[in-house]
């Protein structure tokens, strides 16, 4: 479980070991259930990202929403969205390797993380990676249930493909923008899992 679970999972738990110590039974269900769950939410599986040169991973487990065109800065490109359920793992990470060049933290709305202006509108982390084929930027997206993202990341710092970046607590959005020479491989509809599939080939 990632660390930012411990003090969301731990008080239910110890809340229901007491419940059950005096015999209130269902109470004590109810909070041993309420921690489980939410511990559930926190977990955080090894992954092992692809070893082929130039692909362009998931950053989130989740179903991919949306590929359109998008320009970045003047610049043509195509953006990747991902919802994430609240059921999906939420540890977000790095869709390639290459160094943090910026990060901006934007307050915003909280629209239902499947809509399109959330791209836009709503609470979000925009991460500017620079990596040896060019600059790419993904999002940290927060939606209607999620109202905290979380990035544990800072400029300057080099990250591995499929490294661990942050995560956004209780359902949400990421999104990818590539360049247009990217070949983007994922398709509308196709759950992922991030670190290990892959959204684009980057040659």
Known sequence: MV???Y???VPPIVLGAAAAAFGWRATAAT???AGALVAYFFRDPQRVPPGDPGVVVSPADGRVM???SEQLDGRPGQRVSIFLAIWDVHVNRSPMAGRVQRLDYRPGRFYAAMRSRASSENEQNVIRLETDHGQIMFKQIAGWVARRVVCWKKPGDSLALGERIGLIRFGSRMDVWLPENAEIVAKVG???AGGVSVLARWR
């Open 3 to 5: 660390r930012d679970g």
């Open 7 to 9: 003090k969301f999972a």
């Open 31 to 33: 909070l041993l259930s």
């Open 66 to 68: 949306e590929i359109v």
């Open 190 to 192: 196709e759950h992922v």
